[in-house]
């Protein structure tokens, strides 16, 4: 049978969304580049079929959670592409983090079609995927927002519509580039406790009930030991990489140049991570900054 729903992009974000698609009774076809993926994603209780073209050409809902922009332009609009094969009626859900420039030419690209879509880019970490419980900021208009709802709803617990087209990932990439100078400095809080012969677990532990707190140290904690179910405490693997925070430090970096704002911090954590990565540490989760030199444990 056809499935409702097409989620293509199964990788450490995607997977356990779709899941929490097929366990509220949707029908998903998932897809990825990597078949083991799809195979896990079988395994686990979803679906696939033959042909991407063919299971988009069924859907009545197609999401993607691709790694960026290039991807998303390709998947949307190549020759073989999700807007070739959607039937009229289709819902188009990108949760990519990709540019708002970019997601307006793919949501210009469907409108053209008479294709509904919507960009709704993610805050909440695999944690949050896994729990359902991830903040989805929405660009687009307001009735495809209605259709969308119940999908979102499925796989978070808070939805905001941000605006027209694009205005999901700008606000996005305002969060992320806040997230990357949080996620340093905490870092750089906890390394200068433990030099003081303090333990981590004590220092979060305070600084949690104090002025410093912040999702990255309570949800997030960057240093080996302090937390359980985080990268830091499986070697930094899972999660989310540091060449994907690179991409939306360098995604805020791009608009603040074209908004002419200073962003300073957002310069220095971009430089930073742009060093952690060259190191190595590229596919990390993008906590391992705490191990600045991309060798963790
Ligand atoms: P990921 O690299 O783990 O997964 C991306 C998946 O897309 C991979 O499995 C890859 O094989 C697949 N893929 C790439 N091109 C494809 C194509 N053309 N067709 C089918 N599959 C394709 O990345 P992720 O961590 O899941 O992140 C996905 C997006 O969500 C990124 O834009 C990221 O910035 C954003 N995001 C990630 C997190 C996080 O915590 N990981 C949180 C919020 C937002």
Redesign the pocket.
């Known amino acids: 049978a056809a499935a409702d729903v097409v989620f ?8 356990p969304m779709a899941l929490n698609l097929v366990r509220s009774g949707a029908t998903v076809a998932g ?4 078949s083991d ?1 799809v195979a896990r994603f079988v395994a686990a209780g979803g679906s696939t079929a033959d042909g ?1 073209g063919g299971a988009v050409a069924a859907a009545r809902v197609v999401f ?5 922009g290039e ?2 332009l ?2 949307y609009l190549g020759e073989d592409g999700i807007l070739a094969h959607a039937r009229p009626d289709v819902l188009l859900v990108d ?4 540019a708002p420039a970019a997601a307006r030419t793919v949501a210009q690209a469907a409108a053209q079609r008479g294709l509904a879509m919507l960009d709704a ?6 944690a ?2 896994a729990a359902a419980a ?1 903040t989805f900021m929405v660009g687009g208009d307001a009735d495809a927002l209605a259709r969308a709802r119940p999908y979102l709803e499925a796989m978070g617990k808070a939805v905001f519509h941000a605006g027209g087209p694009g205005s999901g990932q700008a606000v ?1 990439i305002c969060n ?1 580039m806040l997230l990357g100078i949080l996620m340093i400095g905490t870092s750089e809080a906890l390394r200068l406790g433990i030099a003081n012969g303090l333990d981590p677990k004590v220092v979060s532990a305070i600084m949690a009930h104090s002025s410093g707190r912040n999702w990255a140290l309570e949800a997030y904690n960057p240093c080996p030991g302090v937390a359980e179910n985080v990268p830091a405490a499986r070697g930094y693997t ?4 540091v060449d ?2 690179l ?2 430090l360098g995604l805020a970096l791009d608009s603040a140049a074209a908004g002419d704002v200073s962003v300073p911090l957002g310069t220095l954590a971009h430089g930073l991570y742009a060093r952690h990565s060259g190191a190595g540490a590229g596919g990390l ?2 906590s391992s900054i705490f191990a600045p030199r991309g060798a963790p444990g």
């Open positions: 293509i992009g199964l990788g450490n974000m995607g997977m897809f990825d580049l990597q993926s991407r993607t959670m691709l790694p960026a991807h998303v390709a998947a949760c990519s983090t990709i880019p993610v805050s909440g970490g695999t949050g995927a991830l996005k992320n899972g999660g989310f990489g994907l925070m991409k939306d989760d993008f």
